[in-house]
């Protein structure tokens, strides 16, 4: 018989795998209370993946889980123990305002943490509220749709309630909001450098193997190079991710290594943004004076970020320290060489060529100066490559970019994929519309003040990102004044 969903019923179905590790690795607590719990947005496809009802979800009992004033059926709410390399400093951190309810099962059994970002103080808050600002939490939702909308994995959003409360920030009295977060999981190189700093050896092979049944259940746990194996899936992912953040203009903003999730998908989005003007050392963070985490070191730190992995890991690689350090830089090594090879393989896609030939890095190469030189808008330019409308900027009336042309025509030629082919596979390379600081600023000012169809409108916009529709032009603009102007906080 199938089940009946009533109104009531919200459709959770949770596990809490994580509380089979050692203890040591989280907490269990419940979320803080809120006076009075509001929902201000739900993203009901989402909802309907993961198996839960979203009219449920809007009725009060449903957002008192949101808002963390109920504990949902079968969740066990913990706070997650981990340590991270913070602008290269070791700290100890964990979920100083996140907190697991459980791992929601999808009716086509896939596992995915249901976490409350901004549910209150817990053991790991060292001198924070616990809570988070409205603004920042519908920005989190914002951005991290539209990265999923790319093509680019990442944590996602399944709503934001207003808790009722005022929160103090830096920048005065703000309202406060809780974000369910869904994630693959939230394991991240700081649990591993937790486990290896805070525990024994016997930790981090607890924490691998539960990490291995996780996100990689190909390798079997009797596998005896499974560990080595673990290490080469997640620099994978690593190396196709950080290539889709190059390929879009995006800026992750704190790199760190509490930051990098193993499953491979875009976590913890605080001072991240999209790049309008092409510039390979754009760095939007008010906190990144150093430039630690910009755009073109992105591929380096994700290396630097593994390089503290598999340290945690060497124990576990060879009996000999010699042996497993050996193994670890080959291991790195090749992680490079991949981000290389996809990221050359999404820049040919952008340009619509379909082989590859050796000059090709040179064509990229050159191209990418041009921008940098006339300082074009990222996405715009690739865009109006894909349709051949070469008239909005500066750059495409120069000798320079001409010559480039050109070339690229002359390469274009020499394939024997047609026209059509070639703009299809632009098409589905160069997004129309990424989230645009000034837009997304647009829509956070509106919400703030009560109206939250701009909002609305970006998200649908958003959610086509290669739709290529008349709708989105207006979304493709770039901003009226220098975008390099524009900063990003960390007091979220
Ligand atoms: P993040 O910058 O979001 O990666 O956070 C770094 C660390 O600071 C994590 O351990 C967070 O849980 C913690 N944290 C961030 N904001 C707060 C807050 N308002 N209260 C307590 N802990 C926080
Ligand atoms: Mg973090």
Redesign the pocket.
């Known amino acids: 018989m199938t089940k009946k969903i009533d109104k009531t019923d919200i459709g959770w179905n949770l596990e809490n795998s994580y509380t089979s590790l050692p203890d040591k690795f989280y907490t269990t607590m419940e979320p803080n209370p809120v006076p009075s719990p509001k929902l201000d947005i739900l993203n009901h496809s989402l909802a309907s993946a993961l198996g839960l009802n979203a009219e449920a979800l809007e009725s009060e009992d449903g957002v008192a889980v949101l808002a963390g004033n109920r504990i949902p059926e079968g969740g066990k709410p913990l706070a997650e123990a981990?340590a991270?390399h913070?602008f290269g400093y070791l700290t100890m951190?964990?979920?100083?305002?996140?907190l697991l309810l459980g791992e929601q099962i999808t009716p086509d059994g896939q596992r995915f943490d249901i976490q409350l970002k901004g549910s209150g103080?817990?053991v790991?808050?060292?001198?924070?509220?616990?809570?988070?600002a409205l603004g920042p939490m519908l920005r989190e939702y914002i951005i991290s749709e539209a990265m999923h909308a790319l093509g680019i994995p990442t944590t996602r959003s399944l709503a934001v309630a207003a808790t009722g409360e005022t929160i103090r920030r830096e920048a005065g009295f703000l309202p406060g909001a809780v974000l369910t977060r869904i994630a693959a999981s939230h394991l991240r190189v700081g649990t591993f450098q937790y486990a290896a700093g805070a525990g024994s050896i016997e930790d981090v092979q607890a924490l691998a193997d539960y990490t291995l049944q996780r996100h990689f259940p190909e390798i079997g746990l009797d596998d005896p190079d499974r560990y080595l194996k673990l290490f080469q899936e997640a620099a994978s992912r690593q190396a196709s991710l950080i290539a889709k953040w190059q390929l879009v203009g995006f800026i992750h903003g704190?790199m760190?290594t509490?930051?990098m999730a193993i499953s491979g998908e875009t976590i913890?989005y605080?001072p991240c943004a999209f790049m309008d003007v092409y510039h390979p050392k754009t760095v939007f963070s008010s906190i990144d004076a150093q430039g630690r985490y910009a755009y073109n070191n992105q591929p380096l730190i994700g290396g630097w970020n593994l390089a503290r992995f598999v340290e945690t890991l060497l124990p576990l690689l060879h009996d000999d320290q010699e042996e497993a350090v050996a193994i670890a830089q080959a291991q790195l090594k090749i992680y490079s060489d991949q981000f290389h090879e996809n990221w050359h393989a999404g820049m040919r896609s952008k340009l619509g060529l379909f082989n590859k030939e050796a000059e090709d890095e040179t064509l990229i190469d050159d191209l990418l100066e041009l921008m940098q030189e006339h300082e074009a808008d990222y996405t715009n330019t690739f865009a109006a490559l894909t349709f051949g409308k070469l008239d909005g900027a500066e750059m495409f009336g120069t000798s320079g970019f001409i010559g480039w042309h050109d070339r690229w025509q002359e390469r274009l030629s020499r394939q024997h994929q047609s026209k059509e082919e070639v703009q299809e596979l632009m098409r589905n390379n160069n997004p129309a519309v990424i989230p645009r600081n000034h837009r997304v600023e647009a829509a956070l000012e509106a919400a703030a003040n009560g109206d939250f169809s701009v909002l609305e409108r970006l998200l649908a916009v958003l959610a086509d990102p290669f739709a290529h529709s008349p709708e989105q032009a207006e979304y493709a603009a770039p901003p009226d004044s220098e975008s390099g102007s524009y900063r990003t906080f960390?007091g979220?």
Do not use: E, F, I, K
Request: aromatic share 8%.
């Open positions: 981990y991270g913070q951190l964990g979920d100083g305002r996140a103080r817990t790991y808050s060292r001198g924070g509220d616990g809570r988070a704190v760190n509490d930051n913890d605080g960390c979220t």
